[in-house]
């Protein structure tokens, strides 16, 4: 499933043969199993150097460097003392995000680019010129580390072997695509440059609008998605029968899974007694026959998850595969609030946390992605505090601010390319700076397209010099209450798809502007499904109606 961050769905999962190289050993360490390694470090197993793809402990990169795992092969060690070659100096690969976090990977160099920016990525005047007998470049074909293709008159090596071969051209394509030195290096041009190898990246980006079809068999039978919050308590909204479940909503997370209270990090779910365990179980099966995907959300507003340690991630690993594997659910929900997130002073780099309940919650998070393998679901649903938050304070860089502020950047930035969708939570937020340097307000159409922006764009993270870079637009839905009830900054069906046609279309935006118009963003979420049938289904309806409307990518 994800490729994500890309993950982008349909890619090619198989291990592709590595072509191994000679590369120098010298100066790489010895592979350790009790030693914790961040995204891009390097170390040599058995006469071989890998470079972590994110952070590892104990899976050896010999037994864990195949496409998607935690270590990338960069060659078989000559045992020559001169440095190793640009390609493996190089800083840690990008996550996709889509780069899944992924293809399924690991951290971004602080270098990248964000959609903003006019960097050209035209070739080096020292590209040495002369025509390439290498194959011509095809997204989706398999890759491998240190494989050559041309590609707009030039010649590339790939880098990140996933990368390489996802099926996301206008992510990865090289020389072209909007990230594609994530997953390539220039080596030469072919003689024949093509005026879009020179494009700036922001143009590459804007321009290719369309989004791999295979996308939108990630996650529903429909592109223009509406997920949807099916809650297991009544809260003055009633309970309603999964199967009753409106057909207008393509995703549904089933509320909640929490803590147990018996051992660290242990997670449970008990239905509630209003409903019939066989009963529920097969209204699953049905709503998956019908295309939905229906997932366990974990956490809440009353379930505070903390994994400080590597017990309490194997315990929610070991508890969250036996709820997955009784109920048969599709994927996963992360919905950490209150205080289940924050980085420790100093941990001042999103790519590589250093905070154990941040780091265990990315190693549980791959550990059950890697189980599960490419149709599982992962989505998150932070709140704007733990996400947009992150621009003007981050947490692990100031003393004075709260330390969760944008503490679930690390965790989404890891993960992003098995990421399907992330549903910032749009609604019971205090004001938020955008990327405008403006303060904006929940409730109307102005707040949703500057929290959307920011993550289509990437932004700075507050006292670092890093940019959290940008996600896929088919990962981003708006998160929104159903009415009045369901939440603080409830917004109108009006103002919504005002703040839908501006950011998809460019059409009727007042005050803030986005960078582009983001013609493939994924739709919508909300909290919850049961306050929606409580207010007569206007949001489901009303907003079904408006997302099959517009076009598919």
């Not at 529903?220 to 029968?241: A, C, D, K, M, Q």
């Not at 870079?469 to 103002?495: C, E, H, K, M, Y």
């Amino acid at each position: 499933m994800k490729q994500s961050l890309f993950a982008v769905a349909g890619l090619c999962l198989a291990a592709a043969s590595v072509q191994s190289h000679a590369i120098s050993c010298a100066g790489i360490p010895q592979w350790n199993s009790s030693t914790a390694y961040g995204g891009g470090s390097q170390v040599q197993e058995a006469g071989k150097a890998y470079k972590a793809n994110w952070w590892s402990q104990g899976h050896s990169p010999a037994s864990y460097s195949s496409q998607w795992q935690e270590w990338a092969l960069l060659g078989t060690c000559d045992g020559a003392s001169s440095s190793a070659p640009s390609s493996v100096r190089s800083s840690s690969a990008p996550s996709s995000i889509v780069p899944s976090s992924s293809a399924r990977s690991s951290s971004a160099p602080s270098s990248i680019p964000s959609s903003r920016s006019s960097s050209s990525v035209a070739p080096s005047s020292s590209s040495v010129g002369g025509n390439c007998a290498s194959s011509q470049y095809v997204a989706g074909t398999a890759y491998s580390v240190g494989q050559l293709v041309k590609n707009a008159g030039n010649e590339y090596r790939c880098t990140v072997a996933g990368w390489c071969s996802s099926t996301a051209e206008w992510a990865y394509a090289p020389g072209t695509g909007a990230h594609w030195q994530m997953a390539w290096e220039l080596v030469r041009s072919c003689g024949v440059v093509s005026s879009s190898s020179a494009m700036p990246s922001s143009v590459a980006s804007s321009s290719r609008s369309s989004v791999s079809s295979s996308v939108s068999s990630v996650g529903t039978s429909r592109y223009r998605i509406i997920s949807g919050y099916w809650h297991n308590f009544n809260n003055g909204s009633g309970v309603i029968p999964l199967d009753q479940v409106s057909d207008a909503y393509d995703a549904i997370n089933v509320s909640f899974a929490e803590p147990t209270g018996r051992a660290p990090g242990e997670i449970g779910f008990v239905l509630d007694p209003a409903f019939n365990m066989a009963a529920f179980k097969a209204a699953i099966k049905s709503k998956q026959a019908a295309g939905k995907k229906v997932i366990i959300s974990i956490g809440g507003a009353n379930g505070q998850v903390q994994l400080p340690t590597a017990a309490a991630r194997a315990n929610f690993v070991n508890s969250m595969k036996a709820i997955i594997d009784e109920y048969g659910f599709d994927g996963l929900d992360v919905d950490f609030e209150g205080h289940s997130l924050f980085l420790n002073s100093g941990d001042n780099d999103f790519r590589n946390p250093t905070t154990p309940v941040i780091v265990n919650l990315i190693g549980a998070l791959q550990d059950l992605t890697n189980h599960y393998g490419d149709k599982f679901v992962l989505t998150m649903a932070p709140e704007t505090f733990f996400v947009q938050l992150g621009y003007s304070f981050y947490g692990g860089t100031c003393s004075s601010c709260d330390t969760r502020a944008g503490a679930y950047l690390p965790v989404i930035y890891a993960m992003r390319d098995k990421l399907d969708w992330l549903q910032v939570q749009n609604y019971n937020s205090g004001a938020i700076m955008g990327t405008d340097n403006k303060y904006h307000y929940m409730g109307g159409a102005d707040f949703h397209v500057a929290m959307i922006d920011m993550l289509l764009t990437g932004f700075k993270v507050a006292g670092t010099n890093l940019t959290f870079p940008a996600l896929r637009q088919d990962q981003v839905l708006i998160g929104l209450p159903a009415n009045v009830n369901a939440g603080g900054g409830f917004t109108s069906v009006a103002d919504v798809q005002s703040a839908m046609n501006c950011l998809i279309k460019a059409q009727g935006c007042t005050t803030y502007q986005p960078a582009a118009a983001w013609s493939n963003l994924r739709g919508l979420m909300t909290w919850s499904i049961n306050w929606d049938q409580f207010n007569n289904f206007e949001f489901s309806k009303n907003h079904r109606q408006y997302l099959d409307q517009l076009p598919t990518p």
